[in-house]
């Protein structure tokens, strides 16, 4: 981006006397949400959309948002990170996906941490004597009256042609590991529903975000989901990470077989494995930019309402001249959601998966004119298309590590662990 071409934004940020409801707030049809808990926030209206593409897509999106940042006027009394001046995102998996990558500024976002509550306005800016008299005091719109929901039926336990090139694919991995030609690669599954154009997506994103309050519920540009796997979190210079490899679904009504269940993930040699891999991958391709880079001890097990995750938190203080962005452009793709080694395992993924996987195992997240950010990979989603006849395309993917040993139907079973949060966020 040249200098000629960045806009000069003005971000009015004030805080609120009460604590908002976030997802009231959020467009019904295009909502732009981020939240977890008594954190996030949710944007209305857009004041300015970046879009991205190719293997370079995260090199250029960080160049951007600094002389975005850097040209921009910013009034913002609460100073916390994501205050002032924010952009929510979300990129494509692979550079030669069809998908977008893009930055999106809200024309206005209403953000809460914990006790404390903000609201900002973002408009281009005004110069010479139009600035005086275009001082902005934002103030929190009425929340849209929560509409009808009839849903999305999501079939991911039918077997046919897709679910046959499935099991054929992993054959294929585990061949290929075999070989020797690479030792782990993800490979993943998509299923197709349709939902009436005039739903309201709050239904979901609430439903998410009630029943996975240990994952960020995002939705950005339409993709929607709740993701377990935070890729990494900069605020003030400390950095944190979360690595999840390694799957067990959970067992419902039946405590003593669920806790047999992740003590069978915590002892399982293949499990441990690649969860090995997908550590290794991230503190490699974020020691060059952090300082003082640590683990916890042992992997631990971490329950979700469907899965129990092998998990591995990383920490680390942040290096000179980067910023959220870089780092996720560094770390991305992990070998998580890709496989090792990296170069190799997407080279398999192009062959062996049918379908371009969009944005889905890329990165969502948020960024601020600091260059603080939480990004997550994009797991347990799935990404809406506009509405035409009435209608609107919802296609949801989800995938497993593939190594030495991997049985295809227990892979497939794995994989419908890991769509149950958006088949039942979008159920009828």
């Known amino acids: 981006m040249s200098s000629v071409s960045v806009p000069s934004l003005r971000a009015v940020t004030r805080p609120l006397a009460e604590l908002p409801d976030l997802l009231a707030y959020a467009d019904p049809a295009e909502p732009l949400v981020w939240t977890r808990g008594d954190r996030g926030?949710?944007?209305?209206?857009e004041a300015l959309r970046l879009m991205f593409s190719g293997p370079d897509r995260f090199d250029r999106a960080a160049a951007a948002w600094r002389e975005i940042a850097a040209a921009a006027e910013i009034d913002d009394p609460v100073r916390l990170p994501g205050s002032g001046l924010v952009a929510l995102?979300?990129?494509?998996?692979?550079?030669?996906?069809?998908?977008?990558?893009?930055?999106?500024?809200?024309?206005?976002?209403?953000?809460r941490h914990r006790g404390l509550a903000w609201i900002t306005e973002v408009t281009l800016a005004p110069t010479?004597?139009?600035?005086?008299?275009?001082?902005?005091?934002?103030?929190?719109?009425?929340?849209?009256?929560?509409?009808?929901?009839?849903?999305?039926?999501?079939?991911?336990?039918?077997?046919?042609?897709?679910?046959?090139?499935?099991?054929?694919?992993v054959r294929e991995a585990v061949r290929r590991i075999d070989d020797g030609?690479?030792?782990?690669?993800?490979?993943?599954?998509?299923?197709?529903?349709?939902?009436?154009?005039g739903d309201d997506l709050r239904v979901p994103l609430g439903r998410l975000a009630e029943r996975y309050d240990d994952c960020w519920t995002f939705a950005v540009d339409g993709l929607i989901g709740a993701s377990p796997e935070t890729l990494i979190r900069s605020t003030g210079g400390a950095v944190s990470a979360r690595?999840?490899?390694?799957?067990?679904?959970?067992?419902?009504?039946?405590?003593?077989?669920?806790?047999r269940a992740r003590d069978e993930l915590l002892t399982s040699a293949k499990d441990q494995h690649e969860h090995a891999f997908a550590v290794q991958s991230v503190v490699t391709a974020l020691a060059p930019h952090v300082r003082s880079l640590h683990t916890s001890e042992e992997p631990f097990a971490l329950r979700l309402p469907n899965v129990w995750h092998l998990a591995t938190d990383l920490g680390a203080g942040l290096g000179a001249e980067r910023g959220a962005l870089e780092l996720v452009g560094a770390l991305h793709p992990t070998a998580a959601v890709a496989g090792t080694p990296t170069g190799a395992a997407i080279e398999t993924i192009a062959e062996l998966e049918p379908f371009d996987r969009g944005r889905y195992s890329g990165a969502v997240g948020w960024i601020d004119a600091a260059g603080d950010g939480e990004w997550v990979i994009a797991l347990r989603c799935g990404q809406l298309e506009s509405a035409s006849a009435g209608t609107r395309t919802l296609t949801a993917t989800a995938g497993g590590g593939i190594v030495a040993g991997s049985d295809p139907e227990h892979e497939f079973v794995e994989t419908v662990s890991k769509f149950r949060p958006v088949v039942e966020a979008f159920s009828a």
């Open 243 to 259: 690595v999840l490899a390694g799957t067990r679904a959970r067992v419902a009504g039946d405590a003593a077989a669920d806790g």
């Open 41 to 45: 926030c949710v944007g209305i209206g």
């Open 89 to 111: 995102g979300t990129f494509a998996f692979a550079g030669t996906s069809g998908a977008q990558s893009v930055l999106v500024v809200p024309r206005l976002l209403i953000a």
């Open 128 to 169: 010479g004597a139009d600035a005086a008299a275009t001082a902005l005091d934002p103030e929190l719109p009425e929340a849209p009256p929560l509409g009808g929901w009839r849903g999305a039926a999501l079939d991911v336990t039918e077997r046919g042609p897709q679910t046959d090139a499935y099991f054929a694919g």
């Open 181 to 197: 030609a690479l030792e782990k690669v993800v490979l993943a599954r998509q299923t197709v529903a349709e939902i009436p154009a």
